[in-house]
């Protein structure tokens, strides 16, 4: 039954995909917010998909530590899910991604329509410090910033390993970090969908001006805490 609901629920994803960014298209030449409406909207088409085809659904607690203007938002990364869900639940984010994503068709004009910021990993602190500039543009335009501190995808209960990224944006950001713990990895694994309900939860606000290794250590605890006790 898993490998049916997970088949049907991928043909629903790449179709609805497609005719929505197809379908779509002349929003990329209107202003960004036109953009911004339409991943939002493509994103919650794909929820209701795996809702009701695969059995997943989500749970978000701590809303109220959401600041409603400019912050730094660092979560947990357990699979392609959360890739999403950040762009429907927050109000405006601007989120750090891999660039190679920026170079598929349809997908990758709309995420560089809304403002995300694209790296290239392989820079080194060259990456990083395009990175802080863009993140600084966003927060000046009283965006979130949205950012996956270990950089890639690792799996329930897998050792930590946070970059140095998210101690640069810190820094120099000077907005509240909150740090995100979920546990998408358990339901969304990859081409596998398991029933269930995914839990993303925001912790409270870290706030600006600790010391660099004063902030990964409390950022990384808060989190790989959280998640561990979702899991």
Known sequence: MTFIRSTLFALWF???????HI??????LLPRRHAVAVSKFWVRTIFFGVKWIAGIRFEVRGQEFIPDGAALIAAKHQSAWETLAFTALLRDPAIVLKRELVWIPLFGWYITKIGTIPIDRASGGAAIRKMVKAAQRAIADNRQVMIFPEGTRRKPGAPPEYKIGVASLYSQL????????????????????????????FLPPIRPGLKRDAFMTRLEGAIETASNRLS
């Open 23 to 28: 379908a779509l298209l002349p929003t990329l």
């Open 174 to 201: 000077k907005v509240p970090c909150v740090p995100v713990a979920l546990n998408s990895g358990l339901h969304w694994q990859g081409f596998w969908k398991v029933p269930g309900t995914i839990v993303v939860e």
């Open 14 to 20: 790449f179709v609805v995909s497609a005719v929505i």
